[in-house]
């Protein structure tokens, strides 16, 4: 792959197995990878899956850590868990990453469900720190993905009287339209993210 960069202090391991049954388990351990402008130190890889051969179902569980990463223009974080598990067509998720200079991390379990002609994606629950201070994303949320397109309905994430409120489409289609609203929310809440400083309040929509 064009731009992938991997150190050689790697180690991976894995079996595949065919019959009624097919597995496939992947084990590994990666020092440093690095592709383009994103770097990730010390990651871990755990990978199981298993499908029956007259069914299309899989069932598989996904295991990912870095220990350090650094992404473009965003400030550095620390350990990255992805956690997964695919039953059918459905994916129950867990992601957390942590920017210990600030006191932040984003924490998000969810649930991705692949439907007919469409996916769905739904966020239900969230421990989100900014600057020390405690985020929630609302409950009543779902992401489609369809045709091309991505509809997002009630997405707010806010804090006490601060918020960022997310519906709408976004699309090729000038008719399709995406708003965003803001209260009172502090710029600096940004800080963390990217290397810049940031200041001030955004109040309205877009």
Do not use: C
């Not at 339209?177 to 109040?203: C, H, K, W």
Request: hydrophobic fraction near 35%.
């Amino acid at each position: 792959v064009p731009g992938l960069q991997i150190s050689q202090n790697t180690s991976i391991s894995g079996a595949y197995r065919s019959g009624y049954t097919s597995t496939l388990t992947m084990i590994g351990k990666i020092d440093t990878l690095i592709y383009e402008d994103m770097s990730f130190k010390d990651i871990e890889i755990d990978i199981h899956s298993s499908k029956i051969a007259d069914s299309t179902d899989v069932l598989a569980s996904v295991y990912l850590y870095s220990d350090r990463q650094n992404v473009g223009n965003f400030n550095p974080t620390e350990y990255l868990l992805f956690e997964g598990i695919w039953d059918k067509s459905h994916v129950d998720f867990f992601f957390r990453v942590e920017e210990n200079n600030t006191n932040s991390q984003v924490e998000v379990q969810g649930e991705l469900a692949f439907l007919v002609n469409k996916s769905e994606l739904v966020l239900n629950s969230s421990d989100l720190l900014a600057l020390g201070q405690p985020w929630k994303i609302s409950n009543a949320n779902k992401i489609t993905f369809e045709n091309g397109e991505v509809q997002i309905d009630s997405l707010r994430i806010y804090h006490e009287g601060e918020y960022v409120a997310v519906n709408g489409t976004i699309s090729r289609d000038p008719d399709q339209t995406l708003r965003i609203d803001f209260s009172n929310f502090q710029l600096q809440n940004l800080n963390p993210v990217f290397l810049y400083d940031m200041e001030g309040a955004a109040y309205g929509n877009a």
